[in-house]
Structures are given as C-alpha cells and as structure tokens.
C-alpha cells in the first residue's frame, strides 16, 4: 500500500512595508492652475470695488449715518445719492466719561468709482473755501487689505523717519495714496515740499530701517 507523506508547507517570506519618512504628515499641494486664476480673479473684483468706496474720519459718529451724510452731499454740492453707509470698527470708550473718544471710521459707498472721486473733491473744495460745517473731516479712497497693510507699515515707517529728523526744519508726511513727501522749512518761514526728494525703503541699512534718498 502506498503511504502518503504531507508535505511540509512552504512560507514565503514577505519583506516587511516601511513607511517613507513623514509619510503620516500632510504635505501641502501646490495651487492647481484654476486656484491661482480664481485667486486673481477675486483680488482684481476686491480691486474693482473699493474704487467705489470712500472712507471717512471725524464725521459725527450717530445711529442716523445715512440720515446725516445726505445733507453732507447736499452741503459739498454732489448730487448723487451713496448706496451704503457702514462704521467701520468699534468706537474707543473713554475710561472717565465712557463717551466715545472719536467718531468711528465711516465707510461711503458709492455706485460707480468716479463718483466716489468726485464726492472727494467737492469735499476738498468745501474744506478749502471754508464753507462746511464739520470742517475736521477727512477723506481717502478706499483700500484692499493688502494695500491697508502696506499703508500702515508705511506709517511706522514715516514716524521713525521724523523721530530722526530734525523737526524743527524738516517734516515727513505720508499722503492718502501711499506716497512719503519731505518738507523744509524755508528762510520766509513756510514749509515747503522737497519735490525732487524720493522716499525709498531700506535696502542698504543693515538694521532695516528706512534710508530715504535723493533721487538721481
């Protein structure tokens, strides 16, 4: 009779699975091609519409802005209504009175950006004859956040300029579209802006602060 003899199994040894390093954490992925268009897209429509927007400082801070603006209009001479009317921020409280220590920031918007230029200028020229009644107001276009954070940067940067300077006869001033004028002050007495001077950031300072130039 025949006996038969099992076989002994065969294993095959399996090699054992490494994980690549980092493997578990999350790796970024680049921006895909539509991402970087939309991207665009969207800062060139927030671009778009703050030319709309005026936003301005010291005007009255009350529950009836929109109420109260109109006859700003009406005063400065501009015939077109605004679409909205927003406070921008929360009013600063005085710790003694706890009355509100200056108006809010009061955001204009307009329906068009030309508008918005012109209501500015009738409010220049109002301010410049004398003729309006809340005549601390001040106006600036409106700003992308990414400009707001340039312009504020630029702000620090033109304080540290006149801590350095001789005050006496020399001024820096930062202007609403982001320019940095220099003024002397003449042998009349006047002040009067260095036109041929050029503000430009630090490059060569090792500290990193500003290093304003002439221009070639």
Do not use: M
């Amino acid at each position: 009779a025949l006996v038969t003899v099992p076989l002994a199994p065969t294993h095959h040894p399996i090699a054992p699975t490494t994980s690549p390093p980092n493997a578990s954490s999350k790796t970024e992925a680049a921006p895909s091609f539509a991402q970087v268009v939309k991207s665009s897209v969207q800062s060139v429509i927030e671009e778009e519409k703050v030319k709309s927007d005026v936003i301005v400082s010291d005007f009255r801070d009350s529950n009836r802005d929109i109420a109260d603006v109109e006859p700003l209009c009406t005063e400065v001479g501009f015939s077109s209504k605004p679409i909205s009317v927003q406070r921008l921020g929360k009013s600063p409280i005085g710790k003694s009175t706890e009355q509100p220590v200056r108006p809010r920031l009061l955001k204009i918007t307009f329906k068009t950006p030309f508008d918005a230029r012109t209501f500015q200028a009738k409010v220049e020229e109002a301010k410049k004859s004398e003729s309006l009644s809340q005549s601390t107001i001040r106006c600036r276009p409106g700003r992308t956040k990414e400009e707001q954070t340039k312009f504020t940067k630029l702000k620090s940067e033109v304080y540290k300029l006149n801590q350095s300077a001789d005050t006496s006869v020399e001024s820096f001033s930062l202007r609403q579209d982001g320019q940095v004028w220099k003024f002397k002050l003449t042998d009349e007495g006047r002040w009067r802006r260095e036109k041929e001077w050029q503000y430009h950031p630090a490059t060569s300072s090792g500290n990193g602060s500003p290093s304003p130039r002439p221009r070639q």
